[in-house]
């Protein structure tokens, strides 16, 4: 476990994950539509990293450019040191959708395949895959089908399936979005306690203030489509005490930085 | 919205009393087996019963166990079947190999695409039996020529059906082969292929009818022609020769080995498809 200040200590030398002057965009009928108009902001090991934004921010879009799906109009994401980036399983990627396991496999082959997907021995992988399954809690799940979960479970086996494959990043795409609010406040606290078991680095999309507070080392927040990096706050560790000035003042500091274009926040994402 | 539409199709649904069959109670409790076993030996009785106590001559209708004879006599000889089924497995072989063709084509290129649409919606409609007379004349009264029409029957509801499942295969589920980077054999073997599955089955299942009724079809003008064996030759010849039992046996096979390959697709989806809630049971 690190505190904040030993994790801004280890933030010299090169970062895990550099986004410089990114420019992102989807074509429409011949023309591009830019949905991140310019974004920059690094990474470092060991970090949660969250991206906030409004919906349809492109804050997904600039997630699927570091997962290697979709290349940048302009800029550079160098991740480990490289630029061309491709998808891959050292990137691991959790997405929003229930839909993202493969319906034909239990709960332990969809955390096990992977696995032997990406090489490793059959003894290796089913190993692995009922110690990924038992820390997310699933244990008495396994030998379910995907179609014989709850939502919050699904996720649950998704998140261990990217655990499982050790990704030096791993990129979370709103993956409790389409929860209810008591699943998904469960759901982040154990993921908290996932990741600091982990010690993985974490890269998460959101558009909950709550949940950028709850589960992050700093906010890279983001504003309107084309979007550009607002600020990118520190706040590790301020979800620790919710009554306390700090957390107060955190959330009224992402409630202004969303707010700037006269919308509406709803106070209700946080909770 | 999820929640809202959940709400809705709720309070649309069916008071539980509507949909039930009045009188189930009794009838309703034995078994599936039972019950239908019961309705089968009552119809063959009054089968039975009627060519008993009506005088029918045995000419017109022959009774039950009459047929029953010439059935298990068509079998043991293999003079009933054995041609037919021979030949559509052949035929689905071929089918299915120029379907799976057509459908790779298709996916991975535009023009195998658009050419699969065209092919489809101009030839589908056309029954194979119409195009019969054209393969007599190109390959003569031979297997050859019904395998040919087997082939065209099958080829076309296959195919549409299993493009469309590569077509529709969750975009999420894709994403995450590619994460894994997976090459496109794997990705194909891994992903796509048990993706589409619900689709392939019930283009097989399609197919499969289609090829069918098509044999039958096409051996019974063989068998008016006065050529080569299989079923429809089969029931054919006894008309001529007024062995009307064995005409019955025919027809009775063709109901049979209708159900029995139904029940094996039944028997497929319950293991893959339903099991994995990718189609409702």
Not at chain 1, 79 to 92: H, I, K, S, T, V
Not at chain 1, 165 to 178: V, Y
Not at chain 1, 225 to 249: I, N, Q
Not at chain 2, 176 to 184: I, T
Request: hydrophobic residues 45%.
């Amino acid at each position: 476990m690190l505190d904040t200040r030993e994790k801004q200590g280890l933030r010299c030398g090169y970062p895990l994950l550099s986004v410089e002057n990114v420019k992102l965009g989807y074509r429409v009928n011949g023309h591009t539509n830019v949905a991140v108009g310019n974004a920059g902001f690094q990474v470092w090991p060991g970090e949660k990293v969250m991206l906030l934004g409004p919906s349809g921010c492109g804050k997904s879009t600039l997630l699927k450019a570091v997962a290697g799906f979709l290349e940048p109009e302009d800029g550079v994401i160098s991740f480990a040191g490289r630029q061309d980036l491709r998808p891959g399983p050292d990137r691991a990627v959790v997405f929003q959708e229930f839909d993202q396991l493969f319906p034909w496999r239990t709960v332990l082959e969809n955390v096990a395949y992977p696995l032997r997907a990406t090489g490793r021995s059959r003894d290796e992988a089913s190993e692995k895959a009922r110690r990924f399954v038992e820390l997310t809690g699933l244990s008495h799940a396994v030998d379910r089908y995907p179609h014989q979960l709850s939502g919050g479970m699904k996720q649950r086996v998704a998140i261990a399936r990217a655990l499982a494959l050790e990704p030096r990043m791993l990129l979370m795409d709103e993956p409790f979005g389409s929860l209810d609010a008591q699943t998904r406040a469960r759901l982040q606290k154990e993921l908290n306690e996932v990741t600091r078991r982990t010690e993985v680095t974490v890269l998460f999309v959101t558009h909950s203030i709550q949940e950028a507070l709850v589960l992050g080392d700093r906010v890279v927040v983001l504003g309107h489509a084309p979007s550009e990096v607002r600020e990118v706050l520190e706040v590790t560790g301020a979800a620790g005490d919710l009554d306390s000035k700090r957390f107060a003042w955190t959330r009224r500091q992402l409630c202004n930085l969303l707010a700037e274009d006269g919308e509406e926040v709803d106070d209700a994402v946080f909770e | 919205m999820q929640s809202l539409s959940r709400e809705r199709t709720e309070s649309t649904a069916l008071p539980d009393t509507i949909g039930k069959k009045s009188g189930g109670g009794y009838w309703g409790r034995f078994p599936t087996v039972a019950r239908y076993a019961v309705l089968v030996l009552a119809l063959l009785g009054a089968w039975q019963l009627y060519v008993s106590l009506s005088g029918t001559q045995a000419l017109i209708l022959p009774g039950p166990v009459d047929v029953a004879k010439a059935f298990v006599e068509g079998w043991a000889d293999g003079r009933l079947a054995s041609a037919t089924l021979k030949t559509l497995c052949i035929g689905m072989v071929i089918g299915m190999a120029v379907a799976l063709i057509l459908t790779a084509f298709a996916t991975w290129t535009k023009v195998g695409e658009d050419l699969l649409s065209l092919l489809t919606s101009m030839l589908n409609p056309v029954p194979a039996i119409a195009i019969l007379p054209l393969a007599i004349l190109w390959f003569g009264l031979n297997p050859t020529a019904l395998i040919f029409v087997i082939v065209y029957s099958i080829t076309w509801p296959i195919a549409i059906n299993v493009s469309t499942g590569f077509e529709t295969v969750n975009p999420t589920l894709v994403m995450v082969g590619r994460n894994l980077g997976l090459g496109g054999w794997r990705m194909a073997g891994d992903v796509l292929f048990p993706a589409a599955l619900p689709h392939t089955i019930s283009g097989l299942r399609t197919g499969w009818a289609f090829g069918w009724r098509t044999i039958v079809a096409a051996e019974l003008v063989f068998g008016v022609a006065g050529k080569g064996g299989g079923l429809g030759f089969f029931i054919n010849d006894a008309r001529y020769f007024l062995r009307i039992p064995e005409v019955f046996a025919g027809i009775v096979t063709i109901a049979l080995i209708g159900i029995l390959i139904e029940a094996i697709f039944n028997a497929v989806e319950r293991r893959t498809v339903i099991r994995w809630g990718m189609m409702n049971g």
